[in-house]
């Protein structure tokens, strides 16, 4: 069935880090990508998306690509800030059945000064 | 815009009472909705979905059960809660004109 696997973590870094959270997917066809990013006590946020093999999504220094070859969408930013803290959850949204999304287990990232 | 509300923020039960969380979607007709749990150090496991008024597709066996009486609303509810049934729930809509999925606050449970 399809599914999303992420990085365990807590993920701790220092402020101005290089991040990245690994998340490779298991669909049947092309599946629609996302991560979504969570603040203590809140819903979800949309953090950025990518439709289509080799799209790369961005947004608020935040980076992922769409990578067919190795069925992955590894999150990445080149330096973190404090205000990063959250949970980040990898997701997918199938072609074959566009009402389900599947999500990850989240990954925490606390970044510290 | 779309807009999504869900209530209450937190909830504190006795363990065998009953429950009803509800979430309504404003600003979009025929949404896809969806009610998620996230347990404490948890990832999200989806409970319900609903395509459309009456129709309800249930993912997972287990004490709850949800209704969508009107085209933007849709009730998560239990006959009787258990300490098992404490979590965040989660509301979420979509619709085919949109990839993604817009979430709610979230209610947080604490079954006691």
């Known amino acids: 069935g399809d599914s999303v696997t992420q990085m365990e973590g807590p993920v701790t870094l220092s402020e101005e880090a290089f ?5 490779t997917y298991t669909a049947t066809g092309y599946p629609s990508l996302f991560w979504y990013v969570q603040y203590p006590g809140e819903g979800l946020q949309l953090l950025l998306k990518a439709t289509k093999a080799d799209d790369k999504g961005s947004n608020k220094g935040f980076e ?13 930013k080149g330096s973190v800030q404090v205000s990063d803290s959250a949970v980040y959850f990898c997701a997918l949204r199938t072609r074959y059945n566009f009402n389900k999304f599947y999500f990850g287990s989240g990954t925490k990232l606390n970044v510290k000064p | 815009s779309q807009t999504i509300h869900q209530w209450p923020a937190t909830l504190v039960q006795p363990v065998g009472s009953p429950l009803s969380l509800e979430c309504t979607v404003e600003g979009t007709s025929n ?35 949800a209704s969508r009486p009107q085209d933007r609303q ?8 258990l300490l098992s049934d404490s979590g965040f ?19 947080r449970l604490t079954v006691v």
């Open chain 1, 19 to 23: 991040l990245t959270i690994n998340c």
């Open chain 1, 64 to 76: 992922a690509t769409y990578r067919k070859e190795t069925t992955s969408f590894h999150l990445e």
């Open chain 2, 31 to 65: 949404p896809n909705l969806y009610w998620y749990r996230q347990a404490a150090g948890r990832g999200l496991q989806l409970l319900f979905y609903s395509v459309g008024i009456g129709q309800i597709s249930s993912e997972v066996p287990q004490n709850l059960s």
């Open chain 2, 74 to 81: 849709f009730i998560l509810s239990s006959k009787k809660l």
């Open chain 2, 89 to 107: 729930y989660l509301c979420a809509w979509s619709s085919a004109g949109n990839t993604e999925a817009f979430f709610g606050q979230g209610t």
